[in-house]
């Protein structure tokens, strides 16, 4: 039997009576909250437009949206909690400040790693549009030499890990909607990046919708589409949760998550010392971090207040608080958050179930829109106000929640900025990778020329030990050689 087309030839609904119930019951739901504004062009779509339109308005939820833009949502001085700021409970990148030593955490995440119940997943929604580069941002070549990309860093990673612990760990990547389809098209074409396609999982973010800063209407961004944007890191949870993950996540015997973010290259997916002293702790989130350079850099700061780990962002940090010292002269406020966490599944899968646990953060941005007249309005200045939330905002419910130094040029190169600006670009980040791995092969006793640049994938040797190994056992050049030109050593 084929199927009636609910649309006649010209476009227009073939069945009026249905249209005008379906109308009356959005606009009443809408009028409800003073947004009734967003069916103006209603009469104007064709089927596919208003069905686009009424699915988007089903998924909003409009009581939420009001509190949010009458400022009702809970609201911080973060003046008052940063004078009541401590250190964190924490390991330094010496190894000081545990119980349990650097090595008993490295056994102990290992034996984790062994039983399988660890999996990685990565925050991949983002473009490279600050980068110049017009595709999902873990599509960016970063190999110095390689020319391999953010995914397959990670991935030629997973593949080392598993090889060393004889158990796969599983990759989790959350995106966009202006990532997703992209994402999915470039692992099918690059079999998954040689990970087995069961390991690989591939879920996307929430959105929210965009309002003006002044009025708090939704803003559309075409006729039949509202102006919406990705919900924040922290939308990760409830992205979880809606996409089967958690669920899947159980069955899998996963026990802990390392969670990281697409820009950083040197992350050290599955880390079994992080992952050690988070079980160490009896820790529900622990954060990696890295020791602020001075008082006002641009990170958030993870303190103790109250007895609760929490992040202040560098923005809601006052100057004086900043600038103060312990008895030792150093910055008493010293934890940079580097976006690196662990956590306990089922820790995650409460926070799923609450929802109010994670606040709302706003953003002032410039958002193209559609105005009454149907024309499309690109803005000079800032003109609509964005919701998102963080998932560092879990800390403060966390359990014993715990915080690892790293050092930068081991854990931290974030490719965030084009080439020619100050910080976080490719050619510091390939720099970094390429000193680490020139490191470790001097450690290892081979001599890398002046200039020289050397990049070493994770599947031949995943840190300096293996190097190690490697040089002793003949698949890297041998202690006591000079590399003269640069070389890329595979997998």
């Not at 990760?236 to 669920?247: N, P, Y």
Request: net charge negative; with cysteine; hydrophobic share 40%.
């Amino acid at each position: 039997m084929s199927e009636q087309s609910s649309e006649s030839p010209s476009g227009v609904d073939a069945d009026p009576a249905g249209l005008a119930e379906r109308f009356a019951g959005l606009a009443e739901r809408l009028a409800a909250h003073g947004q009734q504004h967003v069916l103006r062009f209603w009469d104007q779509l064709d089927a596919a437009g208003r069905d686009s339109l009424a699915r988007q308005l089903a998924e909003v939820d409009l009581e939420l949206l009001d509190q949010l833009v009458r400022g009702e949502d809970q609201s911080v001085d973060f003046g008052v909690l940063a004078a009541r700021a401590e250190a964190p409970p924490s390991v330094r990148a010496d190894g000081t400040g545990a119980e349990w030593s650097v090595a008993e955490a490295r056994a102990r995440g290992e034996e984790s790693l062994r039983r399988g119940e660890v999996a990685v997943l990565i925050v991949a929604g983002g473009q490279g549009t600050r980068l110049g580069f017009d595709q999902p941002k873990g599509m960016f070549p970063v190999g110095p030499l390689s020319g391999r990309t953010l995914f397959q860093f990670f991935a030629d990673r997973l593949k080392a890990v598993a090889r060393r612990y004889g158990r796969t760990v599983p990759l989790y990547l959350m995106t966009s909607p202006a990532t997703h389809e992209e994402t999915l098209a470039y692992l099918q074409a690059n079999d998954y990046l040689g990970l087995g396609r069961d390991d690989v999982h591939v879920f996307c973010q929430g959105t929210m919708p965009a309002v003006d800063r002044e009025s708090g209407k939704l803003l559309l961004a075409e006729r039949d589409s509202l102006a919406l944007s990705p919900d924040g890191h922290g939308g990760t949870v409830a992205a979880l949760q809606r996409s089967g993950a958690l669920e899947a996540m159980r069955r899998r015997g996963i026990r802990q998550l390392f969670y990281a973010q697409v820009d950083n290259p040197l992350v050290p997916l599955a880390d079994p010392e992080l992952i050690g002293h988070h079980l160490m702790a009896g820790s529900e989130m622990t954060t990696q971090v890295v020791r602020k350079r001075f008082p006002m850099e641009k990170v958030g700061n993870v303190v103790l207040v109250d007895g609760r780990v929490q992040i202040i962002e560098y923005s809601d940090l006052p100057e004086q608080a900043a600038e103060m010292t312990d008895e030792a002269g150093n910055l008493k406020l010293w934890a940079g958050n580097i976006a690196v966490h662990v956590f306990e599944l089922e820790f995650l899968a409460r926070a799923a179930d609450d929802p109010q646990r994670l606040p709302f953060h706003r953003a002032t941005k410039k958002v193209p829109y559609v105005d009454e007249r149907g024309q499309r309005v690109e803005p000079e200045e800032p003109n609509a106000t964005k919701f998102e939330r963080f998932i560092f905002d879990l800390l403060p419910s966390a359990s014993h929640a715990f915080v690892v130094e790293g050092i930068p040029a081991e854990v931290f190169a974030p490719v965030k900025n084009a080439d020619g600006a100050p910080t976080d670009t490719p050619a510091a980040a390939k720099g970094a990778i390429v000193d680490l791995h020139r490191r470790w092969l001097e450690q290892a006793g081979v001599n890398v020329a002046a200039g020289v640049q050397v990049e070493i994938n994770s599947q031949l040797a995943l840190d300096a030990g293996e190097v190690a190994s490697a040089v002793a056992e003949g698949r890297l050049p041998a202690a006591g050689t000079t590399i003269e030109s640069d070389q890329y050593f595979g997998g």
